[in-house]
């Protein structure tokens, strides 16, 4: 069972995005910089987790790029904006993986493992047996158990999702009363 109080720098931090750092579309995409508005306890969330773990990372299947909803450029926007926002606001993301493939048998879409083997394969220290998945859809709690971390599920977009669950170790209704959570 996971113990927040056992975490230390020698743990790592994988994050979803849409649903647990900013607000979700409903069967859509975030399609630009212009559509992303981050939770408003997002930035403070991110800035306690900071301090807390050694690598944080993001994880996100992306599959609007895959069907040319949006570009290449457009996610790196994203993604290069949200980590200015979060860096001023005291916090860090140590890198993004993303999926655009369209296929969900893809290795590397979420619930499949592949994001959580590159970000081993970029930082080689990272050890999933302290490691922690903080998703909004239990596909996200899968990805999680496929790479042996513990499971954390946040209820911002799918409070109906049943608690306890056998792939959701510990359940919060935000990023930041998870963060809280971990303080010790």
């Known amino acids: 069972m996971l113990d927040l109080q ?3 720098k020698d743990w790592t931090l ?3 995005r849409d649903g647990v750092l900013n607000h979700d579309k409903d069967n859509d995409y975030i399609y630009n910089w212009e559509e992303f508005r981050f939770y408003d ?3 403070e969330a991110m800035a306690l987790l900071e301090s807390l773990f050694k ?3 993001l994880v996100t299947n992306q599959k609007g790029v895959g069907k040319g909803l949006m570009s290449l450029s457009d996610l790196t926007t ?5 980590f200015t926002e979060i860096g001023k606001a005291g916090g860090r993301i140590d890198k993004a993986y993303f999926c655009t493939d369209l296929s969900d048998d893809s290795p590397n879409r979420k619930p499949n493992a ?5 970000a081993k394969q970029d930082f080689p220290e990272i050890d999933f047996a302290k490691s922690i998945i903080v ?3 239990i596909s996200d709690m899968i990805f999680g158990r496929n790479a042996g971390m513990y499971t954390v599920f946040v209820a911002t977009t799918h409070p109906e ?3 306890p669950d056998a792939m959701i170790d510990l359940r919060f209704n935000s990023l930041l009363e998870f963060a809280k959570a971990c303080q010790h």
């Open 161 to 163: 999702t049943p608690f």
């Open 41 to 43: 306890d997002t930035l």
């Open 14 to 16: 994988f994050l979803d």
């Open 78 to 82: 994203i993604h290069e904006n949200m």
């Open 114 to 118: 592949g994001m959580a083997m590159q």
């Open 55 to 57: 690598r944080i990372v």
């Open 6 to 8: 056992r975490i230390d």
């Open 135 to 137: 998703g909004n859809r």
